[in-house]
């Protein structure tokens, strides 16, 4: 094993497009694999990485799995992700591959880019950038620009520089993909998922890879055998971001919010999700997702919102050391009211 470089796969897509769902899969089908994971989150409640530790899935050992949740990966290249890497690379156990989830904002250039640092780039290589689309929320046209909408804001605010800013992370994550998977199409029609393939590949000069899935159900031999060696080609796929600005200029999230909403018990789950659908519809939530503390339940109920489209269930019981406590973390963009979203959902807990 001495000298051949550990893959790495970046698995990247926008808020709630299936890649935590998608990685669970993966490592029920690890076959022996040891995989090393690396999980990025936007905001600081840490779900995803909460959802996959104790699921009981072999593959998924905890001290394999290092949560990020200090910003955005693109963001934090230096500071967080470099140290990481080099720590996981100075352990004696070697790892088979190394699976890296962004948070749903991250532009994956900078984190493949980061690959090409001489500490990384003589042990690892990116085997591949695989791109999460969810296939139902572009056929709803959730990321087709609004114009007028944008006009309207950049009149109120002169500083705005780019278009939609869902649509601009979009692209960029399209761009930087060496494999999309349209997922969700459980959600669509045939007719539905072709116009959804056209309008993905129409944002790329390239040529694009793409495959159709649900829940994120591919094969490991494709997720994880794409043999590209993307560092090297990442300079070629330059973001809007990129584009837009000198090189070496910092890129913030700053077009989106996130905070963290506690709340106490919640006896009525049905009741308090449905009222969560309106507090969402109002306020033009991206993301909504947590923990839910129902009193008599020894189980923690799991919310998971994307848009409107809500789901929740329990799935494990709450640990002995673990408080139970009701927390769910809200994103949207960045003129979101927090304030009342918070009051509103206090008031759909009670
Ligand atoms: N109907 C349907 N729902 C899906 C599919 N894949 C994922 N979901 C649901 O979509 C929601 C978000 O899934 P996640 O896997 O957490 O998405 P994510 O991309 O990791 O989310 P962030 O990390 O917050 O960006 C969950 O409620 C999933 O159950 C799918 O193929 N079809």
Redesign the pocket.
């Known amino acids: 094993m001495q000298g051949q470089k550990i893959p790495a796969t970046v698995i990247t ?12 899969n993966l490592l029920e089908n690890a076959n022996g694999k040891r995989i090393a994971l690396i999980i990025n ?2 905001g600081d409640l840490g ?2 990485g909460n ?1 996959l530790k104790g699921c009981g899935i072999e593959a998924c050992r905890d001290e394999d799995m290092i949560e990020l949740n200090n910003g955005c990966i693109c963001c934090t290249v230096a500071d967080d992700f470099i140290p990481t890497m080099t720590k996981l690379l100075d352990r004696p156990d070697r790892f088979d591959h190394i699976v890296i ?1 962004t ?2 904002l991250a532009l994956p250039q900078p984190l493949v880019a980061a690959f090409n640092w001489p500490e990384i780039k003589t042990q690892v290589t990116v085997d591949g950038v695989v791109t ?1 689309i ?1 296939a ?1 929320a572009v056929s709803e046209g959730r990321f087709a620009d609004d114009h007028d909408k944008v006009d309207a804001q950049r009149e109120q605010d002169e500083s705005l520089d780019h278009d939609s800013p869902l649509e601009e992370l979009f692209e960029d994550q399209i761009r930087a993909a060496d494999l999309i998977v349209l ?5 669509i029609s045939g007719n539905q998922l072709d116009n959804v393939k056209s309008d993905v590949q129409s944002r790329s000069l390239r040529p694009l890879n793409i495959v159709a ?4 159900k591919l094969s490991n031999e494709l997720l994880l055998g794409l043999g590209i060696g993307t560092e090297e080609d990442i300079a070629n796929r330059q973001s809007h971001h990129e584009m837009e600005h000198a090189a070496g200029e910092e890129h913030d999230h700053d077009e989106f919010e996130s905070f963290v909403v506690g709340l106490g018990p919640v006896a009525e789950p049905k009741s308090f999700v449905e009222k969560l659908k309106a507090v969402i519809a109002d306020h033009d939530v991206l ?1 909504l ?1 947590g923990f839910v503390d129902v009193p008599g339940k020894p189980m923690r109920l799991v919310i ?3 848009g409107s ?1 809500i ?1 929740h269930y329990f799935d494990r019981s709450w640990n002995p050391d673990e408080e139970r406590q009701t927390r769910l973390v809200v ?1 949207g963009l960045h003129d979101i009211d927090a304030a009342a979203i918070s009051t509103a959902m206090n008031a759909a807990a009670a």
């Open positions: 897509g926008f808020l709630g497009s299936g890649k935590t769902t998608m990685i669970r989150e936007f779900v995803d959802l989830e948070s749903g999460v969810d139902a997922n969700k199409t459980d959600l899935a649900s829940y994120g993301r997702k998971q919102a994307v489209r789901e994103i």
